[in-house]
């Protein structure tokens, strides 16, 4: 895959939609593409934030670790995100995640990910709403998961 191929990429994933393209060309040159074989860990739960990562192709599990084991809450898809509320919130990762299928991303430090927020707002707006719709199905899951539990 080129570089235009990976701006042709970013301009598919809705954080990135409204980005001019020469921008895009900027984030897919600096960012680094990672390969992952089935079962590798992009990062582990309580690792520092220190980049995101956009899946631009494969499958990834969201593991968290509980009492009972470790549990997959959630599989991550092609153009999908993953890993910044670490860098957002400058926390350790919440959750383990790991490749489901090879997984291929392109890795954000989040020096540069910070500089795309201030430089175009809308970013920030589209984060906020990703970080929002996933409370809300983790919220629904809680619901269901007391309600069965009863």
């Not at 020469?22 to 089935?38: D, G, P």
């Not at 739960?45 to 980049?51: K, S």
């Amino acid at each position: 895959m080129g570089l235009l191929d990976e701006v042709e990429l970013l301009r598919k994933i809705p954080l990135f939609s409204k980005i001019e393209p020469s921008k895009l060309k900027l984030l897919a040159f600096t960012s680094e593409r990672l390969t992952y074989a089935e079962g590798d860990v992009l990062f582990e739960q309580g690792d520092a934030g220190d980049a995101a990562y956009i899946i631009i192709g494969g499958k990834a599990d969201v593991v968290v670790d509980t009492p009972g084991g470790p549990l997959v809450v959630a599989t991550l898809d092609e153009n999908e995100i993953v890993g910044e509320i670490a860098i957002l919130c400058d926390v350790p990762r919440t959750a383990t995640v790991k490749a489901k299928t090879e997984v291929t991303t392109l890795r954000i430090t989040k020096d540069l990910f910070f500089s795309l927020v201030v430089e175009f707002p809308q970013i920030a707006v589209e984060i906020m709403r990703e970080l929002a719709h996933r409370l809300e199905v983790t919220t629904v899951r809680l619901r269901e998961a007391v309600a069965n539990s009863q």
